[in-house]
């Protein structure tokens, strides 16, 4: 479609739709984004929590407990665990239940197909296995693994449960530092692209706006024909 050449309301007109054009292209293609990185996400946690959950389930059932252990520690054994398998199992179901959806639709050769994704409606639940599986699924599997440390080796060596703890809790600090920079980091991000887009639009408004102007300008000193 060859541009106009005149600054008349042709040349706004065409110039209106290019932009009009250009914005839908932008919408569709972060809603496809968008798309890709639910899929990413559930796929991710639901790994993570099946991985996690199993090994769970496998300490549960082959650990060997002492009669001489603690009460307090076996409750704390038993809660840890519970929340551990229940925590990922829930990540798993929204995983399992999403997944297959979005799969079904990012399978589509239709650039229109991304409006038929739930992945918009389910944001909430979609950051919601992926903050179970990646976040506090694995703090809990790191307080499981201190526990399963302390019934283990209490019995037998002391200075060995204390070690093992001595390791973790620099490790889980290590995890929520770099948790707080990479989500700080995130964020910083999508400000800076959403101050971008905002620019752009404003920069396409004041450029329909001159154009509308200038339009108006030119009737103006037409002369009339009586």
């Known amino acids: 479609m060859p541009a106009p050449t005149n600054t008349s309301y042709e040349s706004w007109l065409f110039r209106s739709f290019v932009n009009q054009m250009s914005s839908q292209h932008s919408t569709t293609a972060l809603s496809w984004r968008?798309?890709?990185?639910?899929r990413a996400k559930l796929k991710a946690s639901s790994r993570t929590?099946?991985?996690l959950s199993g090994f769970a389930m496998v300490a549960l059932v082959e650990i060997t407990i002492d009669e001489d252990i603690p009460g307090l520690l076996l409750i704390l054994f038993s809660i840890c665990t519970t929340l551990l398998v229940s925590v990922h199992?829930?990540?798993l179901m929204i995983s399992t239940c999403i997944l297959?959806?979005?799969?079904?639709?990012?399978?589509?050769h239709n650039v229109n197909a991304v409006k038929e994704s739930p992945h918009e409606k389910m944001q909430g639940f979609i950051q919601m296995a992926w903050a179970f599986s990646t976040g506090l699924g694995i703090i809990l599997f790191l307080a499981?693994?201190?526990i399963i440390c302390w019934l283990q080796f209490l019995s037998v060596n002391k200075d060995a449960a204390i070690a093992s703890t001595a390791i973790v809790v620099p490790v889980l600090i290590i995890f929520l530092l770099f948790a707080a920079f990479f989500y700080?980091?995130?964020?910083?991000?999508?400000?800076?692209r959403s101050y971008r887009d905002l620019e752009d639009l404003q920069q396409i408004a004041e450029e329909l706006q001159n154009n509308s102007q200038l339009e108006?300008?030119?009737?103006?000193?037409q002369p009339q024909t009586v």
């Open 34 to 38: 968008k798309l890709y990185l639910s």
């Open 49 to 51: 929590s099946a991985l």
């Open 89 to 91: 199992l829930l990540a």
């Open 100 to 108: 297959p959806h979005i799969e079904a639709v990012s399978n589509v």
């Open 144 to 146: 499981e693994i201190t």
């Open 184 to 192: 700080r980091r995130l964020i910083s991000h999508k400000y800076e």
């Open 216 to 221: 108006n300008l030119n009737s103006t000193q």
